[in-house]
């Protein structure tokens, strides 16, 4: 009688065991489960997130490819167009050839300084300091240029960063022309291994409440194609301070 209650209980023991097996192996079935449910979601959050971004990127690039064109026509018929008009009324007055001669070679000048804006030329092999610096060149003669470098590179960036650097650069330097009245700048350009701070200064008047006509938005966007970054600091008669970050 008593091997048969100690084979009962020892039946009954097998069974609390196997039902405990099997509601932590339950368990575990339902936690890998849903573990691999949230991965599956979070792989998918990431993936709407990189589209997101890539949209946004894309948007952002035909956008500035729309206003640099728009600028480009602008120079050609502001500076190409209305010189080479200005040629013909003195060719048909019969002007003096030296005048004309003058005009010519100004005209020729802007289109070399508009196709140089379009595709600088040794870009690839320039290091960066010296394609950002060379884009103040045209402010020499009417402005007061400091220009500050620190560098630290271990290798030179790519030659994407190299050019929505420097069409922001001009950007700054148009800005600078047609709205500071200022008669200083100051750039600060520094370098390390992952990062490039520029720091561009004017005495000018500062900025106003209408910021669209300063192409701040087109600056935006080529900062945001190679993570890049603007703050803006300005008060008024207090010149204004623009500060880029570059992250690689």
């Known amino acids: 009688m008593e091997n048969w209650q100690e084979s009962s209980k020892f039946i009954i023991w097998i069974i ?9 192996g339950f368990f575990i079935i339902q936690l890998i489960r849903k573990n691999f449910i949230q991965e599956i979601e979070r792989k998918r959050e990431i993936a709407m997130l990189e589209e997101k971004h890539f949209q946004e990127m894309l948007d952002r690039h035909v956008k500035t490819q729309e206003i ?4 480009i026509g602008s120079d050609l018929h502001d500076a190409v167009s209305n010189r080479l008009n200005i040629i013909l009324m ?8 030296q005048n004309i001669e003058e005009d010519l070679i100004e005209t020729i000048q802007t289109v ?4 140089h804006d379009l595709n600088p030329p040794m870009i690839e092999k320039l290091p960066m300091q010296v394609l950002v610096f060379s884009q103040f ?6 402005y007061h240029i400091v220009k500050w470098n620190s560098e630290s ?3 030179p960036w790519k030659v994407e960063y190299k050019i929505q650097l420097i069409r922001v650069v001009q950007e700054l330097v148009n800005n600078i022309i047609k709205h500071a009245n200022a008669t200083e700048v100051d750039i600060k350009l520094r370098e390390t291994k992952n990062r490039l701070c520029l ?14 006509g300063m192409g701040f938005q ?10 890049g970054k603007f703050k803006v600091k300005s008060a008024q008669n207090k010149g204004t301070k623009i500060i880029i970050l570059l992250q690689r």
């Open 199 to 212: 720091i561009v200064k004017d005495n000018g008047v500062g900025i106003g409440s209408d910021m669209e």
């Open 218 to 227: 087109n600056i935006e966007n080529r900062l945001f194609i190679i993570n």
């Open 16 to 24: 609390y065991i196997l039902v405990a097996v099997i509601l932590i």
């Open 137 to 142: 060149d045209r402010l020499a003669s009417n």
């Open 68 to 71: 640099e064109r728009e600028r």
């Open 153 to 155: 590179v271990s290798e």
């Open 90 to 97: 003195k060719l048909r007055s019969t002007d003096k050839v």
């Open 112 to 115: 070399r300084r508009i196709a």
